[in-house]
T-cell receptor, first 112, second 111 residues
């Protein structure tokens, strides 16, 4: 168990809908990262937050947004969902050194 | 263009042999490189980190090398066991960027 929690584990929704994925980092970790993993693309970095502030941005679509709250949990919002957004979404956290990342169990999103 | 490539999508070996996985990169200057293990449907788990000024790192049956001239890292699992069957991801970190992952190599160890 990495200490990172993600909810929900599974999510089935329809095209055009909006969903929110939630992540709680390991106790004491200030950084949260979001990744998308699909079969053909591998693990793609979306965005990083550090202590509430956006730190780095990857190939995150404009339809996607994230935030980190004062209690350090983070939410990833996906809107106007398309079939191609079906994937595993992982959250990871790291400590101050920011080297090793600890991944949560992921949320499997299926868009029908 | 920048690329990180893992030698093959799948590697099949017999129990007791040494598995060697390769990670090559192009147009990056990583400060360090990491290897993660991922089981189906689960999140990656950190295994080893090696810095640009280190040649080799070991942890139990695992060994990783890092050659910045060849732009390559090798990941070895000695005395492999069926429980080592998983997908192994390499990831590199370059200053100013987030961690960049390869697509992984799926290792199958048969008894």
């Amino acid at each position: 168990d990495s200490g990172v929690t993600q909810t929900p584990k599974h999510l089935i929704t329809a095209t055009g809908q909006r969903v929110t994925l939630r992540c709680s980092p390991r106790s004491g970790d200030l950084s949260v990262y979001w990744y998308q993993q699909s079969l053909d693309q591998g693990l793609q970095f979306l965005i990083q937050y550090y202590n509430g502030e956006e730190r780095a941005k990857g190939n995150i679509l404009e339809r996607f947004s994230a935030q980190q709250f004062p209690d350090l949990h983070s939410e990833l919002n996906l809107s106007s969902l398309e079939l191609g957004d079906s994937a595993l979404y992982f959250c990871a956290s790291s400590g101050t050194a920011g080297e090793t990342q600890y991944f949560g169990p992921g949320t499997r999103l299926l868009v029908l | 263009s920048q690329k990180i490539e893992q030698n093959s999508e799948a590697l099949n070996i017999q129990e007791g042999k040494t598995a060697t996985l390769t990670c090559n990169y192009t147009n990056y200057s990583p400060a360090y490189l990491q290897w993660y293990r991922q089981d189906p449907g689960r999140g990656p788990v950190f295994l080893l980190l090696i810095r640009e000024n280190e040649k080799e790192k070991r942890k139990e049956r695992l060994k990783v090398t890092f050659d910045t001239t060849l732009k390559q890292s090798l990941f070895h699992i000695t005395a492999s066991q069926p429980a080592d069957s998983a997908t192994y991801l390499c990831a590199l970190h370059q200053a100013g960027t987030a961690l960049i992952f390869g697509k992984g190599t799926t290792l199958s160890v048969s008894s």
